[in-house]
């Protein structure tokens, strides 16, 4: 995974994210009011962006069943 995430830009919108993801935006969004994805305004306007780097962290391997097991808890 490590060589997709270095072609992501460093910030990404809600919805380049959520593409990358391939998830809803909302659920983007619900991971920044969690703090698990970290995220900036920029400017006076209501944009935000997010760290790649955080939205790689969030990765990782499933290695057996017992990873799957919860893996919908909270959405």
């Given at each position: ?59 990782r391997p499933v290695t ?12």
């Amino acid at each position: 995974m490590a060589a997709k995430t270095a072609t992501l830009p460093d910030v990404l919108t809600i919805q380049e994210a959520a593409d990358h993801l391939h998830c809803n935006p909302i659920t983007i969004r619900r991971m920044i009011a969690r703090g698990e994805l970290r995220a900036y305004r920029v400017g006076k306007a209501r944009m935000v962006r997010i760290d790649a780097r955080s939205l790689a962290r969030i990765m990782r391997p499933v290695t057996n069943l017992a990873d799957l097991v919860g893996a919908g808890d909270g959405e």
